[in-house]
């Protein structure tokens, strides 16, 4: 194996795969959160106070980190605006 690593030809092999796999992984997980966000809107009716309140809390975090995702977008585009 430590061979192979040495060989140019198979780190960038070995790259693309990784890549590849990566790239199929994420997109299972955007294809499943429409699914997985409906269940934990579920949860909020739970009768179980403690199941209530982590898919409340979840909820929350999430919502807030698509926030800053969504304004450090609009500042790297409006900072690639401004280079131009």
Same mark, same amino acid.
């Not at 060989?7 to 992984?25: H, I, P, S, Y």
């Not at 299972?28 to 009716?45: G, I």
């Not at 199941?51 to 698509?66: L, N």
């Given at each position: 194996?430590? =061979?192979? $690593?040495?060989? *140019?030809?198979?780190?960038?092999? +070995?790259?693309?795969?990784?890549?590849?796999? /990566?790239?199929? &992984?994420?997109?299972? $997980?955007?294809?499943? /959160?429409?699914? &997985?966000?409906?269940? $934990? /809107?579920? +949860?909020?009716? =739970?009768? =179980?106070?403690?199941?209530?309140?982590?898919?409340?809390?979840?909820?929350?975090?999430?919502?807030?980190? &698509?926030? *800053?995702?969504?304004?450090?977008?609009?500042? /790297?585009? &409006? $900072? *690639? *605006?401004?280079?131009?």
């Amino acid at each position: 194996m430590y =061979s192979w $690593l040495k060989q *140019e030809n198979f780190r960038q092999e +070995l790259k693309c795969q990784r890549d590849e796999l /990566v790239r199929g &992984a994420l997109d299972s $997980l955007k294809a499943n /959160v429409t699914r &997985a966000t409906e269940t $934990l /809107v579920k +949860l909020l009716t =739970s009768k =179980s106070e403690p199941i209530k309140a982590r898919a409340a809390e979840d909820i929350i975090e999430f919502a807030q980190k &698509a926030i *800053e995702h969504e304004e450090l977008e609009k500042r /790297v585009q &409006a $900072l *690639e *605006e401004r280079l131009r």
